[in-house]
C-alpha cells in the first residue's frame, strides 16, 4: 500500500520516510522478547496475562507490526527511532492475539498509539469479535465497527 494512502486510511503520525506497515507472525523468540519487554517498559496491565501471551506465541496466535524500510530509513539508521522495540528490526511495541475472528488481546505501547496499529491489526487480520474488552476500550472497539463482544 502507497504511504500517502496508508496515512489516509489509518491516520498515522509516523516519520513520511517509513515504509508500509506490516502485520506478521510472532515466530521467534527473539521478537517474542522485544515484545514482553515492551509491555514492561510501558507498565501495562496485559502483562497479567503473560500466561496468555505465552500461549499465543506457542500456537502460532501471537502477532506484531513492523515497518518496512525504505532507502531513507536506512540511510539515516532509522532502526534506532524512539518508536521502535529496542534491538529490533522496525518492530513496533506492539501485539495482537487471534483466535479466528476474534481478538483476544490488542496492545499498543502508548508511545506508539493514535499510529493506527491497532486499525491495522483489526483489518488485516479480519477481526469481527473482541473477547472481554476493557470498559476504557469499548468506545475504540466501535469506532472500527466492533459492537460484538465475547464475554467470558
Not at 2 to 24: H, N
Not at 90 to 112: D, E, F, K, M, Q
Not at 118 to 127: P, Y
Request: proline share 3%.
Amino acid at each position: 500500500m502507497e504511504k500517502c494512502l496508508f496515512a489516509q486510511i489509518y491516520k498515522t503520525m509516523l516519520p513520511s520516510d517509513y515504509g508500509e506497515l506490516r502485520v506478521k507472525l510472532i515466530r521467534n523468540g527473539e521478537d517474542f522478547w522485544h515484545v514482553i519487554d515492551a509491555l514492561c517498559d510501558d507498565k501495562s496491565g496485559f502483562m497479567n496475562n503473560r500466561d496468555v501471551i505465552a500461549d499465543a506465541f506457542i500456537n502460532r496466535r501471537l502477532y506484531g507490526m513492523t515497518v518496512a524500510e525504505t532507502e531513507e530509513m536506512f540511510e539515516r539508521r532509522a532502526w534506532k527511532d524512539d518508536i521502535f522495540c529496542p534491538g529490533s528490526w522496525y518492530l513496533l511495541p506492539s501485539l495482537c492475539i487471534v483466535t479466528g475472528n476474534i481478538a483476544n488481546i490488542i496492545w499498543t505501547h502508548s508511545r506508539a498509539q493514535r499510529n493506527g496499529i491497532a486499525k491495522m491489526f483489526i483489518d488485516r487480520l479480519g477481526i469481527q469479535r473482541a473477547e472481554n474488552p476493557l470498559q476504557e476500550s469499548i468506545s475504540f472497539w466501535e469506532k472500527n465497527g466492533i459492537s460484538d463482544f465475547v464475554w467470558t
